[in-house]
């Protein structure tokens, strides 16, 4: 659940609820959803209506940190 006194607006500035954005599964398996969960609730919301949902900041929990140069995106 999002701290309450969080506000998320989208590109037009219209505010939003994240809880209300769909998690697609790739983010459930992330290692970063629960310590990056502005930015993954960002990253879902822009993407909410698009037909591939794409992570640059992906990672499989208990993995490795990220590479430096490994910046190829993730999509489900």
Known sequence: MTDKSQH?????GIEFNPDLVP?????????KD???YIFCNLT??????????????YRPKGSVPKDEGDDKPICF
């Open 34 to 36: 629960e310590s990056e």
């Open 44 to 57: 879902r919301a822009d993407q909410q209506d698009d037909e591939e949902f794409q992570c640059f900041a």
């Open 23 to 31: 998690k697609p599964s790739l983010c459930v398996s992330c290692a």
């Open 8 to 12: 998320y607006r989208d590109d037009d």
